[in-house]
């Protein structure tokens, strides 16, 4: 995976960090940040866990829920890794 250190979700910057959370978002300090897990390589939950910390960080004001967020990230994902996504 290409080594990123910020990502900007809705005009908000955020520190990307790779470590060993399960993945988090923090949208609502001076220094909004997502944590990645460090070790996560091609494969479909990698691109899960991206895309549902992603979506947390454009959800500025924490509209939807969890199992929103979850469900939305999950149907990306898989649509993405239908249509052949994979790191490389």
Do not use: Y
Request: aromatic share 6%; hydrophobic share 35%.
């Amino acid at each position: 995976m290409k080594p990123i250190k910020t990502a900007t979700f809705n005009k908000t910057k955020f520190g990307v960090d790779f470590d060993h959370l399960n993945g988090l978002c923090v949208p609502d300090n001076c220094q909004p940040s997502i944590h990645l897990p460090c070790g996560l390589k091609n494969t479909k939950l990698c691109l899960e866990t991206m895309l549902h910390e992603g979506i947390h960080a454009c959800d500025k004001n924490d509209k939807l829920t969890e199992t929103e967020v979850e469900k939305m990230a999950r149907d990306l994902a898989r649509f993405l890794w239908r249509a052949g996504w994979r790191l490389k």
